[in-house]
């Protein structure tokens, strides 16, 4: 990819969907919210984090290597039942239910308030603190 300079925000979202996304390589802003990377998978995080010389690449991708959670995943799957509200969606939450301790059937707001078997706190919480330790991490 050739080198870009970045002035502003348009710019740094160009050369991450450039990036990316090599089929929208002939576009420019403005960019939709579909054509935007999708920010919470890590490895689209610390490709866009290489490919911009990004200093501080080492630190953030030991953080985001944690194999103590799937935050990063599972919460995505939870925020799309609850922003669509659909059967798909739903059937992708039963799938995680046994994952995390709960019976079949448990509606996806239990889930989330539930505790997993062994866990002091609800699987929500547990995720808050994974989620922090990975900001810490990259401190």
Not at 5 to 33: F, G
């Amino acid at each position: 990819m050739p080198s870009i300079t970045v002035k502003n925000t348009d710019d740094a979202l160009t050369a991450a969907i450039h990036h990316t996304k090599p089929k929208l390589r002939s576009k420019s802003a403005p960019w939709s919210d579909l054509d935007e990377p999708t920010w919470r998978k890590p490895d689209v995080l610390l490709a866009i984090l290489s490919m911009a010389g990004a200093t501080n690449l080492q630190t953030v991708s030991a953080a985001l290597s944690s194999p103590q959670t799937d935050v990063f995943k599972d919460l995505a799957v939870f925020r799309n039942h609850y922003a669509h509200k659909n059967l798909d969606t739903a059937l992708r939450c039963r799938k995680l239910y046994i994952k995390y301790g709960q019976p079949r059937g448990t509606r996806p707001t239990m889930v989330l308030l539930g505790r997993q078997p062994q866990r002091p706190q609800s699987l929500l919480y547990d995720w808050i603190d994974d989620i922090e330790n990975v900001v810490t991490l990259m401190d």
